[in-house]
């Protein structure tokens, strides 16, 4: 059976750095600005798509989203969901289905005949949705098929992927896993060991391969036969705001201020007034850069409102971030008048950017109570204060405190004992490593891009 023949543009993407500009991204080489052209399409597949309620769904989701910043244009192919994003679109092809009638019927009455034949029914169904996918990968230059090559759900479906393989100039195929149904021992006595099941062993041609574990590759090599440096790791992700339940308002913030990728981020909820002595937080910021380039600090309060003085101390504070070359590294949200920074803060914004943060420091030199060490301790976010009286007896253990003599050097041993403890630095890897937004630049991007140049 004939099939469409699939356009595909020439394009040559190599040595990429990624830029941003604005709410979509560009592809760099060299300085010469390269990426998707128009009409570089990415076809997402699988048997559901969003807002059908999944894990595969949900990376669905986040590799459309994503690969849509980057100026491709996306469509995702699947039997159920429907368009979730006025600029990513839908085709249904119902005959994907994972529940679709005739190919379980089949499936059934084959496996009741193991070993013989499959007929022509199998091969005419396999035909039919061969066409189906032809049809709706016509503008497409890339599929980005998820789990349905090793998955037995739907057989038909499978066979008719190698057709399309193997008809000229299809889509490059990349093969997303997520699970194998061959070796899923619930699976057991749904699965034969004859044809059509066999296809479940049987590489696609020409498809690049991706697992989203180590796991998973090494079960995808001894299933297909594939060589390990065949199959790339791309991990799944999540939005790591959305993990942490960050509102909108806040992410809002956080985006104005540069401040949603920043590593590590030590929050300082306190009003600007002298006692809180934020000049030893901005010199122990100060050691601390040259361990760690990318750390942010961030006060959260405005100058205090009963003193006359407090915008002096601003002053003062500002001139010092200046002297000690902090701009970009330290904060004052309601003292800058830059990036609406003069808006008030509520507390649930405060609450946000504790469960964000890498640590909450207080250095004021005396305090009535320190409901902040408090907060910072109800949401587990590590706690690095001086020894005051009310917040031990608050806290207790649960603070890291600063030691005598109490000065810059000892404010960064502190925060330094905190921010290179085990869990704190499995926690920022987890943050960088799962980002689905990292995951989508570092990794999909230059996988598409490499995908695109072999077939150009």
Same mark, same amino acid.
């Given at each position: 059976m004939a099939f469409p023949v699939v356009a595909v543009p020439r394009v040559c993407y190599h040595l990429l750095q990624r830029q941003e500009h604005g709410p979509s991204q560009r592809l760099t080489v060299t300085g010469e600005a390269v990426g998707p052209s128009p009409s570089t399409s990415i076809a997402i597949l699988h048997y559901s798509a969003p807002p059908v309620v999944g894990g595969v769904e949900r990376v669905?989701?986040? /590799?459309?989203?994503? $690969?849509?910043?980057? #100026?491709? %244009?996306?469509?995702?192919?699947?039997?159920?969901?429907?368009?979730?994003?006025?600029?990513?679109a839908f085709a249904r092809v119902l005959e994907m289905d994972s529940l679709f009638g005739?190919?379980?019927?089949? /499936?059934?009455?084959? $496996?009741?005949?193991? #070993?013989? %034949?499959?007929?022509?029914?199998?091969?005419?169904?396999?035909?039919a949705i061969a066409s189906r996918l032809a049809d709706a990968l016509a503008d497409c230059d890339v599929a980005i098929v998820h789990n349905i090559m090793t998955m037995h759900k739907n $057989?038909?479906?499978?066979?008719a992927m190698h057709l399309?393989?193997?008809?000229?100039?299809?889509?490059?195929?990349?093969?997303?896993?997520?699970?194998?149904?061959?070796?899923?021992?619930?699976?057991?006595?749904?699965?034969?060991?004859s044809y059509p099941w066999s296809l479940l062993r049987t590489p696609l041609r020409g498809a690049t391969y991706v697992a989203v574990s180590e796991l998973r590759r090494q079960e995808l090599c001894s299933t297909m036969g594939l060589k390990a440096s065949r199959i790339e790791v791309i991990p799944n992700g999540l939005d790591i705001l959305e993990t942490l339940q960050v509102s909108k308002p806040s992410r809002d913030l956080l985006a104005r201020w540069g401040l949603h990728r920043r590593r590590p981020l030590v929050l300082m909820p306190a009003r600007i007034t002298r006692r809180k002595r934020l000049e030893l937080a901005l010199e122990a910021l100060a050691i601390l850069k040259e361990r760690f380039p990318q750390i942010a600090a961030v006060v959260t309060g405005p100058p205090g409102p009963h003193n006359p003085a407090s915008q002096r101390y601003v002053d003062e504070l500002m001139a010092l971030r200046s002297t000690l070359q902090l701009d970009g590294h330290a904060f004052f949200l309601q003292a800058e008048p830059i990036h609406g920074g003069t808006c008030p803060i509520s507390d649930g914004t405060?609450?946000?950017?504790m469960r964000l943060a890498d640590a909450v420091l207080i250095t004021s030199s005396h305090e009535g109570f320190g409901l902040p060490a408090v907060e910072a301790a109800l949401l587990r976010t590590p706690l690095v204060t001086f020894p005051l009286e009310p917040i031990r007896e608050a806290v207790g253990s649960i603070a890291t405190y600063v030691e005598p003599p109490g000065g810059p050097e000892e404010v960064a041993s502190a925060l330094l004992k905190v921010l290179e403890s085990g869990p704190s630095v499995q926690r920022r890897r987890l943050m960088e490593s799962f980002d689905r937004d990292n995951i989508v630049a570092n990794q999909v991007v230059p996988l598409l891009v490499r995908v695109l140049g072999e077939k150009a």
């Open positions: 669905i989701r986040d /590799q459309a989203e994503g $690969l849509l910043s980057y #100026g491709f %244009r996306v469509k995702v192919v699947a039997a159920r969901g429907s368009q979730w994003h006025s600029q990513i005739p190919a379980l019927e089949l /499936q059934e009455a084959l $496996l009741k005949e193991e #070993g013989h %034949r499959s007929g022509d029914q199998f091969e005419a169904l396999a035909r $057989l038909p479906l499978v066979r399309l393989a193997e008809a000229p100039r299809s889509p490059r195929m990349v093969l997303w896993t997520h699970d194998i149904a061959l070796l899923d021992p619930v699976y057991r006595d749904q699965i034969g060991q405060i609450y946000e950017l």
